[in-house]
């Protein structure tokens, strides 16, 4: 678009006096080698290629103080004289590093000695710096020029250039520092993030795409913010920089020359923008949106051309085969709002012998099968990966359509002999002219470069064949948003990201009618992306994750109009399911929905709480809604209902909460708290009174729901010690478990009393296997207890003969799915247990053992068995044995006697051959094993305990098999517990 018609097209959404364009007043320092500008708005200034002081004009506020003295930032000329190890790691697109590896001798800045010249010119001024130097070492022939001058908007725009008289200049950066530590930085990272000073002190690099995933961030700064962006058609590479050194805040996007950088000598960067308001980051990012819609008008005209799409609320990409499975799925959630997800659509197994697009045997009748339920479908497909000489490869020629990726920023330099060092790359250092598939082994898995036409053209080819083959609605792009400079340079008049670009562009115009979700949605493709991927459970580490579920905000959707979407497999624990539901409801997302019967006939704990959540976005018909002039204490996002209703999402840290346009909460998550106000309930939870929810556990998470005339419990717990919380809580017709534990173990109450209200007739409580009679009319007991206090309350119990398991019917049985972290029963199957059961083969036993399977994701497994001990010499035998399968974490098989675990045995055991340096995964073996278990019970003779065998799935359920025998009493005068291995 032309300057003139850029221009044009703001005047229409923009206000005629921010249209101002006045010349900017300049004062020049030359002994402090420094100029300041000031616009309408803002006032800054540049010394020694550092922007060191920021005043926002419309507030009055101080947003860089450079009494501050920030240096923790790259800074200048980037060159590789530093080292090509130096550079590559600090250039690591997502990286957390101490600030020391910043200042390396890659960036020459001016020296205090450094030649200054500047100028006023016509708009604005020109500075140039002569005489740089990194370190000790100095650069006498090194320049770097600053311009700065407003724009037809009053914002200041600024552009660096800096030359080299030796090659290898790879790019130049102009940080924003001294930034005052109030300041909360908005990032377009992961789909939206927030960053404050309550991070640890390091210097944070984010790349672009697909880390960063527009060129634009904003600093709120008390009553105003600032923003920093690029309006930039050509794409051209950048990188991100962020640093809080524990006083104060630095930024820097760096504007980097194509690779190879070896024989660059020169650095010219685009113009970047730079701007204040006086209001949040919102209005502070609205220029760079209406530039991007803008520049992408026809594009985007496109992508919202699909009606139904607009009308997706929940995305379902874990289903069970079962067929009465979508029975229940459109009965809680109408059908247009639904969109399937398919992980594997294609014959081959998942990844291999790409790009192979047959489609896997049974998928279009499962495709049309969701269509007479009116769901609309959404597969997996690959848009730039294929495995070198695959069958589909010598078949097509790809050879003659597939560019490698030559080099990248992190691994800068490191050349491989056999040159598949790095699956991400490709074809690693390999020089543009030579073969690029020279040395490359049969099977290799690469991810192109989408600057060859030829493959662009095959891969939008494949896609309408696709589509037109199986009937699928959508397609979710996998890689597409991995877009950027592979050192391939200029192929065909493109460069860098314009081969996603260019990627894109052709598939929405070849398949106009056919949506599509990506992972990531940087800036190069999120003109076509409806739905781009946020992978919260799995991106990042730990601390990652567990930073971020406060962290994540909806920068994304408000720039580019798209709404993430996130999986449910691969978020098996309490802590995924928090991230996931917490990161989408922050960023604007949608639904998301695990179809089993299981998950979805669950009305607790996390899993029921994401399918309440995932109701309540299809039938409301939520979608991000924004309004700059909103600012409150805590909002992370806003939706707005089909009837235009608002809701508000806030988050304070311990308390997240979706509000109704009504004022009153309709779903929340709580963590970091031993007691809580709310109007909302958590299903099964013993220690309530009036609205105060009480004794729970900081180090845990709990989903909240509205109240829906929940049954009472058998008892109700009146109150706790300070410092208590409730470890576990199970109970059944005849019996209730709880387990009482001190929030810190080193502290709090040894001994306490525990009123509770009993609402069920018990005759005996078990207090720590010390059981005693309960009065039958007595309303409430107080409990004298040590913690931690493990508190069996048991009715009616069944008699257990020796010889017998202690239960010989499986259709008596109940399969328990407990929450690891909170303790809570948060389902309870007892239908088609008989399908559970299996024969269990034990060597010199003439029948086999009766054992159930256990498996499954989300909660431990358990089934509980209620017993009166018979004798002193009376013991239980089990056995158990996990699957063989080589893939995923396997289980631990668990023995419980009233709630305290008294055996496990993981289903992987440690490599003893494993050595550093071999992969990871090589750690552990399958241990297939079958083990026995003795377990005297005669201590307890005469008294009701209860007994619980258990699965726990751990992290991953994927192949996850575990058998357990039902427990069989037996005779053991000696009364020691014993286990061995059957091989």
């Given at each position: 678009?032309?300057?003139?018609?850029?221009?044009?097209?703001?005047?229409?959404?923009?206000?005629a006096?921010?249209?101002?364009?006045?010349?900017?007043?300049?004062?020049?320092?030359?002994?402090?080698?420094?100029f300041?500008?000031?616009?309408?708005?803002?006032?800054?200034?540049?010394?020694?290629?550092?922007?060191?002081?920021?005043?926002?004009?419309?507030?009055?506020?101080?947003?860089?103080?450079?009494?501050?003295?920030?240096?923790?930032?790259?800074?200048?000329?980037?060159?590789?004289?530093?080292?090509?190890?130096a550079?590559?790691?600090?250039?690591?697109?997502?990286?957390?590093?101490?600030?020391?590896?910043?200042?390396?001798?890659?960036?020459?800045f001016?020296?205090?000695?450094?030649?200054?010249?500047?100028?006023?010119?016509?708009?604005?001024?020109?500075?140039?710096?002569?005489?740089?130097?990194?370190?000790?070492?100095?650069?006498?022939?090194?320049?770097?020029?600053?311009?700065?001058?407003?724009?037809?908007?009053?914002?200041?725009?600024?552009r660096?250039?800096?030359?080299?008289?030796?090659?290898?200049?790879?790019?130049?950066?102009?940080?924003?520092?001294?930034?005052?530590?109030?300041?909360?930085?908005?990032?377009?990272?992961f789909?939206?993030?927030?960053?404050?000073?309550?991070?640890?002190?390091?210097?944070?690099?984010?790349?672009?795409?697909?880390?960063?995933?527009?060129?634009?961030?904003?600093?709120?700064?008390?009553?105003?913010?600032?923003?920093?962006?690029?309006?930039?058609?050509?794409?051209?590479?950048?990188?991100?920089?962020?640093?809080?050194?524990?006083?104060?805040?630095?930024?820097?996007?760096?504007?980097?020359?194509?690779?190879?950088?070896?024989?660059?000598?020169?650095?010219?960067?685009?113009?970047?923008?730079l701007?204040?308001?006086?209001?949040?980051?919102?209005?502070?990012?609205?220029?760079?949106?209406?530039?991007?819609?803008?520049?992408?008008?026809?594009?985007?005209?496109?992508?919202?051309?699909?009606?139904?799409?607009?009308?997706?609320?929940?995305?379902?990409d874990?289903?069970?085969?079962?067929?009465?499975?979508?029975?229940?799925?459109?009965?809680?959630?109408?059908?247009?709002?639904?969109?399937r997800?398919e992980?594997?659509?294609?014959?081959?197994?998942?990844?291999?012998?790409?790009?192979?697009?047959?489609?896997?045997?049974?998928?279009?009748?499962?495709?049309?099968?969701?269509?007479?339920?009116?769901?609309?479908?959404?597969?997996?497909?690959?848009?730039?990966?294929?495995?070198?000489?695959?069958?589909?490869?010598?078949?097509?020629?790809?050879?003659?359509?597939?560019?490698?990726?030559?080099?990248?920023l992190?691994?800068?330099?490191?050349?491989?002999?056999d040159?598949?060092?790095?699956?991400?790359?490709?074809?690693?250092?390999?020089?543009?002219?030579?073969?690029?598939?020279?040395?490359?082994?049969?099977?290799?898995?690469?991810?192109?470069?989408?600057?060859?036409?030829?493959?662009?053209?095959?891969?939008?080819?494949?896609?309408?064949?696709?589509?037109?083959?199986?009937?699928?609605?959508?397609?979710?792009?996998?890689?597409?948003?991995?877009?950027?400079?592979?050192?391939?340079?200029?192929?065909?008049?493109?460069?860098g990201?314009?081969?996603?670009?260019?990627?894109?562009?052709?598939?929405?115009?070849?398949?106009?009618?056919?949506?599509?979700?990506?992972?990531?949605?940087?800036?190069?493709?999120?003109?076509?992306?409806?739905?781009?991927?946020?992978?919260?459970?799995?991106?990042?580490?730990?601390?990652?994750?567990?930073?971020?579920?406060?962290?994540?905000?909806?920068?994304?959707?408000?720039?580019?109009?798209?709404?993430?979407?996130?999986?449910?497999?691969?978020?098996?624990?309490?802590?995924?399911?928090?991230?996931?539901?917490?990161?989408?409801?922050?960023?604007?997302?949608?639904?998301?929905?695990?179809?089993?019967?299981?998950?979805?006939?669950?009305?607790?704990?996390?899993?029921?709480?994401?399918?309440?959540?995932?109701?309540?976005?299809?039938?409301?018909?939520?979608?991000?809604?924004?309004?700059?002039?909103?600012?409150?204490?805590?909002?992370?996002?806003?939706?707005?209902?089909?009837?235009?209703?608002?809701?508000?999402?806030?988050d304070?840290?311990?308390?997240?909460?979706?509000?109704?346009?009504?004022?009153?909460?309709?779903?929340?998550?709580?963590?970091?708290?031993?007691?809580?106000?709310?109007?909302?309930?958590?299903?099964?939870?013993?220690?309530?009174?009036?609205?105060?929810?009480?004794?729970?556990?900081?180090?845990?998470?709990?989903?909240?729901?509205?109240?829906?005339?929940?049954?009472?419990?058998?008892?109700q717990?009146?109150?706790?010690?300070?410092?208590?919380?409730?470890?576990?809580?199970?109970?059944?017709?005849?019996?209730?478990?709880?387990?009482?534990?001190?929030?810190?173990?080193?502290?709090?109450?040894?001994?306490?009393?525990?009123?509770?209200?009993?609402n069920?007739?018990?005759?005996?409580?078990?207090?720590?296997?010390?059981?005693?009679?309960?009065?039958?009319?007595?309303?409430?007991?107080?409990?004298?207890?040590?913690?931690?206090?493990?508190?069996?309350?048991a009715?009616?119990?069944?008699?257990?003969?020796?010889?017998?398991?202690l239960?010989?019917?499986?259709?008596?049985?109940?399969?328990?799915?407990?929450?690891?972290?909170?303790?809570?029963?948060?389902?309870?199957l007892?239908?088609?247990?008989?399908?559970?059961?299996?024969?269990?083969?034990?060597?010199?036993?003439?029948?086999?053992?009766?054992?159930?399977?256990?498996?499954?994701?989300?909660?431990?497994?358990?089934v509980?068995?209620?017993?009166?001990?018979?004798?002193r010499?009376?013991?239980?035998?089990?056995?158990?044995?996990?699957?063989?399968?080589?893939?995923?974490?396997?289980?631990?098989?668990?023995?419980?006697?009233?709630?305290?675990?008294?055996?496990?045995?993981?289903?992987?055991?440690p490599?003893?051959?494993?050595?550093?340096?071999?992969?990871?995964?090589?750690?552990?073996?399958?241990?297939?094993?079958?083990?026995?278990?003795?377990?005297?019970?005669g201590?307890?003779?005469?008294?009701?305990?209860?007994?619980?065998?258990?699965?726990?799935?751990?992290?991953?359920?994927?192949?996850?098999?575990?058998?357990?025998?039902?427990?069989?009493?037996?005779?053991?005068?000696?009364?020691?517990?014993?286990a061995?291995?059957?091989?």
């Amino acid at each position: 678009m032309s300057k003139s018609g850029f221009v044009l097209w703001l005047s229409v959404l923009v206000s005629a006096e921010t249209l101002c364009g006045a010349m900017p007043e300049v004062t020049i320092d030359r002994p402090g080698r420094s100029f300041t500008i000031q616009t309408e708005r803002l006032e800054a200034t540049f010394r020694d290629g550092r922007i060191v002081h920021l005043r926002n004009l419309l507030t009055g506020e101080l947003i860089a103080d450079e009494q501050l003295a920030e240096t923790s930032i790259p800074s200048g000329l980037g060159h590789l004289s530093g080292g090509v190890a130096a550079m590559s790691k600090i250039h690591s697109p997502w990286g957390t590093l101490g600030l020391a590896d910043a200042l390396t001798a890659n960036y020459h800045f001016p020296a205090t000695d450094s030649a200054f010249t500047c100028e006023r010119t016509g708009q604005g001024v020109l500075a140039e710096w002569s005489g740089l130097q990194a370190d000790a070492l100095r650069f006498p022939e090194e320049t770097l020029r600053i311009e700065a001058e407003t724009d037809a908007n009053g914002a200041l725009v600024f552009r660096a250039s800096a030359t080299s008289p030796t090659g290898g200049v790879f790019g130049v950066t102009v940080p924003l520092v001294n930034l005052r530590p109030a300041a909360r930085f908005f990032l377009p990272s992961f789909g939206g993030m927030m960053f404050d000073a309550n991070i640890k002190p390091a210097l944070r690099t984010f790349g672009e795409a697909p880390f960063n995933e527009a060129p634009a961030m904003a600093v709120e700064c008390g009553r105003g913010s600032l923003a920093l962006w690029k309006e930039d058609g050509e794409f051209y590479p950048y990188f991100t920089y962020f640093s809080w050194s524990g006083k104060s805040f630095a930024f820097a996007f760096e504007h980097l020359n194509l690779m190879p950088f070896d024989s660059h000598k020169r650095v010219d960067s685009v113009s970047w923008r730079l701007d204040v308001t006086d209001g949040g980051w919102i209005k502070a990012l609205t220029p760079y949106k209406r530039w991007y819609a803008a520049h992408f008008a026809q594009e985007l005209k496109i992508r919202e051309g699909v009606d139904w799409a607009d009308k997706i609320r929940v995305v379902i990409d874990d289903l069970d085969p079962k067929t009465n499975v979508l029975e229940r799925v459109t009965t809680l959630f109408p059908p247009e709002t639904i969109l399937r997800h398919e992980w594997n659509a294609r014959a081959p197994e998942f990844d291999t012998d790409l790009p192979d697009w047959t489609p896997r045997k049974g998928y279009i009748d499962a495709v049309g099968v969701f269509h007479k339920h009116k769901i609309k479908t959404m597969a997996y497909v690959n848009t730039y990966c294929a495995e070198y000489n695959s069958p589909v490869w010598k078949r097509d020629n790809l050879s003659k359509r597939f560019l490698t990726r030559k080099y990248s920023l992190g691994d800068y330099g490191k050349a491989s002999k056999d040159r598949t060092m790095n699956a991400l790359i490709g074809d690693v250092q390999g020089p543009a002219a030579a073969d690029q598939f020279a040395g490359i082994k049969d099977g290799h898995f690469f991810y192109g470069d989408p600057l060859h036409s030829g493959w662009r053209n095959y891969h939008a080819e494949q896609m309408v064949w696709w589509q037109r083959t199986t009937g699928t609605d959508a397609n979710y792009e996998d890689t597409a948003g991995c877009a950027g400079d592979f050192g391939n340079g200029v192929i065909e008049g493109k460069f860098g990201a314009q081969g996603s670009v260019a990627m894109m562009r052709e598939l929405l115009e070849r398949q106009p009618e056919v949506p599509m979700a990506s992972e990531y949605g940087p800036d190069a493709i999120a003109f076509a992306v409806k739905w781009p991927l946020v992978y919260a459970q799995v991106w990042g580490g730990e601390e990652f994750r567990a930073h971020r579920k406060h962290a994540q905000f909806p920068v994304n959707a408000y720039l580019f109009g798209y709404r993430i979407w996130m999986p449910t497999i691969n978020a098996g624990t309490d802590l995924l399911k928090h991230v996931v539901t917490a990161c989408s409801d922050a960023a604007g997302g949608m639904g998301m929905a695990s179809a089993s019967l299981e998950a979805l006939a669950c009305r607790s704990g996390f899993t029921g709480h994401m399918t309440w959540r995932a109701e309540l976005f299809a039938r409301r018909g939520l979608t991000p809604f924004f309004d700059p002039s909103i600012r409150e204490p805590n909002l992370v996002c806003m939706y707005q209902d089909n009837a235009g209703g608002h809701y508000r999402y806030t988050d304070n840290g311990r308390v997240q909460r979706m509000t109704g346009p009504d004022g009153i909460d309709l779903y929340a998550r709580v963590e970091n708290t031993n007691q809580l106000e709310t109007a909302l309930c958590i299903p099964g939870w013993p220690a309530v009174t009036g609205n105060t929810l009480f004794g729970l556990n900081p180090d845990a998470r709990y989903a909240l729901f509205p109240p829906a005339g929940e049954q009472s419990l058998p008892l109700q717990i009146n109150a706790l010690p300070e410092g208590v919380f409730v470890r576990m809580c199970r109970h059944d017709d005849n019996y209730m478990l709880l387990v009482l534990d001190r929030v810190k173990q080193s502290k709090g109450p040894m001994q306490g009393v525990v009123p509770v209200t009993l609402n069920r007739v018990f005759e005996t409580v078990s207090i720590n296997n010390k059981t005693r009679p309960l009065t039958t009319s007595a309303e409430e007991v107080k409990l004298d207890v040590t913690f931690p206090a493990h508190i069996l309350f048991a009715a009616v119990v069944p008699a257990s003969n020796f010889g017998e398991p202690l239960e010989q019917e499986f259709a008596k049985l109940k399969l328990r799915k407990v929450s690891l972290a909170t303790g809570l029963q948060d389902l309870i199957l007892t239908n088609n247990m008989s399908a559970l059961e299996f024969p269990l083969a034990v060597p010199g036993m003439e029948k086999p053992q009766r054992a159930i399977t256990l498996w499954g994701p989300g909660w431990e497994n358990n089934v509980d068995f209620l017993m009166r001990v018979p004798t002193r010499s009376a013991a239980l035998r089990v056995y158990t044995r996990a699957g063989d399968r080589p893939y995923g974490d396997s289980t631990i098989a668990k023995l419980y006697i009233n709630g305290t675990c008294v055996k496990a045995q993981d289903g992987r055991r440690p490599n003893p051959e494993w050595k550093s340096g071999m992969p990871a995964k090589e750690k552990s073996l399958i241990d297939a094993d079958l083990h026995e278990w003795i377990v005297p019970i005669g201590d307890h003779v005469g008294n009701a305990i209860l007994v619980t065998i258990a699965s726990d799935p751990k992290r991953d359920d994927n192949c996850d098999q575990q058998w357990i025998s039902i427990p069989v009493l037996i005779e053991d005068e000696a009364q020691q517990p014993a286990a061995r291995v059957i091989q």
